[in-house]
Structure formats: structure tokens, C-alpha cells
């Protein structure tokens, strides 16, 4: 496994609990704890990915956000965004993004859980989630990375850069929380630096939200 695709994955790995795991929850602690104890100067510029200025930014809103609120705070925010149950302020499914109608299992979602078959790549955890959700998508690149690096370039192209930058644009407005505005922008970040390192020509559909 080359250093770059090692970086790609150590990226999907660090991120991906921190949109599928609520903050309260015991099982998302230990994630939440170590991402508190880094040194924002030090940890932006060792990221792998990303323009070194808006890393910087991401990362110290991320390490002084799990600082400054409490995990019943960051659990509400969470809940917010991602879960609802009523109006989430970021749905983190492609699919609600790209498809006209707005709907979760959309076109998007089908065309990757289609993909995957067609590759024999099983789904991750998270039973009954549509698999455009940006935290599996994320958890999923990991793995492809390390398992089956020949197809990372077309996950990423197909199904992930698609819609990725504009749901983290959204996610950044609507994050109330320096948190989440940070890991927006550190995902962002990373995943348009790996699509740049790697000269990935993305073909983006038109947003319906």
C-alpha cells in the first residue's frame, strides 16, 4: 500500500465516526477524546490533504469546539443535522441533494448499492441507512483504499465528488456549533485535495437543495 492511498484512508478513517456517531453515545468517546487532545497548529499541518489555510481553520474550530461545548450540546447538534427525527438542517445522503424530488434511496443512492453489488463490496454497518450517507461513504473509502485501490479513483468520481463539496458547503452555513463547521471544512478539504492529487475529473449534476 503506497503512502498516498495509506493517507486516503487514514482520511476516511479519522472522519467518518464523527458523522455516525452521536457524541453522547459511550461507543464515540474515545474518537471525540483523542480529536480534542491534538494540537490544531500541529495536526493542520501534517494533514495529508487540503489547502494548509483552510486546514488550519477546520481543524482549531474542530479542537476548540470539542473544547468549548459539552457532549449533551455537540449530542443536540448532532441530532440536528444528521438525525432529526423532524427537519434535518444537513441530511447527509447524496441522494436528497441529487435527486429531484429530494428523497433518500434516490437515483444516486441506488446507482452506488448497485455498484457495490456489481463489485461484491459488502455494506458497512449502519443497517437500513441508504448508502450515500456521507459518513459511510467516507468509512467505505477507507477500505477501498487499503482493500481495493483499483477502484477508488471511480468511487470517488461517481459517487462521492458528485455532491460531496456541496453538501459540506451546506453543512458549513447551516452548523451551529464550531465543530461541525470545522469537520466541514476539513472534509471538504480533504476530499477535493485527494481528487486534486489524484486528477480525478468529476461531472457534478445539478442540486435540487
Not at 490533504?49 to 459539552?70: I, N, Q, T
Not at 481495493?148 to 453543512?171: A, C, G, I, M, Q
Amino acid at each position: 500500500m503506497d503512502n498516498q492511498l495509506e493517507a486516503v484512508a487514514f482520511v476516511g478513517d479519522a472522519l467518518a465516526p464523527f458523522f455516525l456517531q452521536d457524541p453522547a453515545k459511550e461507543a464515540a468517546a474515545a474518537h471525540f477524546e483523542a480529536f480534542s487532545q491534538l494540537d490544531a497548529e500541529a495536526a493542520a499541518s501534517e494533514w495529508p490533504f487540503g489547502d494548509p489555510a483552510e486546514l488550519k481553520r477546520g481543524v482549531r474550530d474542530m479542537v476548540e469546539g470539542l473544547a468549548g461545548a459539552s457532549a449533551e450540546n455537540l449530542s443536540w447538534e448532532f441530532r440536528r443535522l444528521f438525525v432529526g427525527p423532524e427537519h434535518k438542517a444537513a441530511a447527509p445522503w447524496g441522494s436528497v441533494y441529487t435527486d429531484h424530488d429530494g428523497v433518500i434511496f434516490g437515483e444516486s443512492a441506488l446507482a452506488l448499492a448497485a455498484w457495490m453489488r456489481r463489485q461484491g463490496i459488502d455494506r458497512l454497518s449502519r443497517e437500513g441507512d441508504p448508502e450515500d450517507h456521507i459518513g459511510l461513504l467516507l468509512a467505505l473509502m477507507a477500505w477501498i483504499a487499503r482493500n481495493r485501490p483499483e477502484l477508488l479513483d471511480e468511487f470517488l468520481r461517481d459517487h462521492v465528488l458528485t455532491w460531496s463539496s456541496h453538501y459540506l458547503n451546506k453543512l458549513e452555513q447551516e452548523a451551529r456549533l464550531p465543530f461541525y463547521r470545522g469537520l466541514a471544512v476539513v472534509t471538504r478539504e480533504s476530499l477535493e485535495g485527494i481528487q486534486s492529487e489524484r486528477g480525478i475529473q468529476v461531472e457534478h449534476p445539478r442540486y435540487f437543495r
